[in-house]
């Protein structure tokens, strides 16, 4: 999908260079400014943007890499099915990211918007995740769980229940989060939640 006005007169190549050096400042705002013109390009020409800024995605600076991971909140009126697996598959490479700021990115606002544009597309790529037995990935995967909760707390509680039986110390404490985050969402599963997952839960 492309939009036929062009963004700039400049070549590309130089135009994301100019992105890359804004993206890997310190200031906020100018990440933000990187993001938005890195989804506007990606609007533009989506196939030739997103191959040409692959390696962003495994830059040593997390700064670039949080720019490139933001950018994936595209427009959901301009997403299709095809264009959600082609950003579900740039968000493959965020995830078991050891920088904090891409954990709380991927988890909590790139997967769920793409979950309410494409549902169908998002929730069995999610449920593959749940299998996967990598720590930072399990983890980052049952955050996502108690993100989704609030549209999907069945899904959410399946995926859990997946990954609850992982005893490493990270990927419990994400479980009982996601497992608190639904319970203030829903008050009414908190004995649900306790027959489900009462041994975790004991053994705090």
């Not at 050096?21 to 705002?29: C, G, K, M, V």
């Not at 095809?82 to 954990?103: K, N, S, W, Y």
């Not at 993100?147 to 039986?165: F, R």
Request: with cysteine; hydrophobic share 40%; proline share 8%.
């Amino acid at each position: 999908m492309s939009m036929s006005a062009p963004l700039s007169s400049e070549p590309l190549p130089e135009v994301l260079e100019q992105l890359r050096r804004l993206a890997s400042s310190d200031s906020e705002s100018s990440r933000r400014a990187a993001s938005d013109r890195l989804t506007q390009l990606l609007l533009h020409d989506f196939d030739t943007v997103l191959d040409a800024t692959q390696e962003w995605a495994l830059d040593e600076d997390p700064r670039i890499r949080e720019v490139t991971l933001r950018a994936c909140l595209q427009p959901p009126e301009l997403t299709d099915d095809a264009r959600v697996r082609h950003l579900l598959g740039r968000v493959e490479r965020f995830i078991g990211d050891v920088d904090p700021t891409i954990t709380e990115l991927w988890t909590r606002s790139v997967v769920p918007h793409l979950l309410k544009v494409r549902p169908e597309v998002v929730l069995p790529w999610l449920r593959d995740w749940t299998k996967n037995p990598e720590e930072p990935v399990r983890a980052g995967v049952a955050l996502t769980l108690g993100a989704i909760s609030e549209k999907y707390p069945t899904d959410a509680v399946e995926g859990l229940a997946i990954i609850a039986v992982d005893p490493r110390p990270s990927v419990r404490e994400a479980v009982l989060t996601s497992i608190e985050e639904m319970r203030a969402r829903y008050p009414g599963m908190s004995g649900y939640l306790d027959a489900r997952f009462g041994p975790l839960l004991a053994a705090e």
